[in-house]
């Protein structure tokens, strides 16, 4: 199975630089984005989990457009990446 790469928001921490922090830790491009953009998709997904303390999980989708060449993968995060 191929996942986007993603994150979660910390306390305290914004949008914005919770999208640049992921993008940093996955990508290795920092500060990618100057101003929050539109996402292209909300997802709202109900979890089942007694274990979890969450009940809603709620995914907002951005596109970091690149040419994919100045990538620099942090293999600890994934097993592999295309």
């Known amino acids: 199975m191929w996942l986007s ?3 979660h928001i910390d306390a305290g921490e914004g949008l914005l630089d919770a999208l640049n922090r992921e993008i940093d830790e996955e990508l290795g ?3 990618y984005f100057t101003e929050l953009p539109k996402p292209f ?3 709202i997904t109900p979890i089942h989990n007694k274990v ?3 009940t809603m999980h709620y995914d907002v989708w951005f596109c ?3 040419g994919g060449l100045k990538f620099n993968i ?3 995060e994934f097993l592999d990446t295309r």
């Open 5 to 7: 790469r993603g994150g």
């Open 29 to 31: 491009m920092q500060k």
């Open 41 to 43: 998709l909300l997802t």
């Open 52 to 54: 979890h303390p969450c």
């Open 64 to 66: 970091v457009q690149t």
């Open 74 to 76: 942090d293999l600890r």
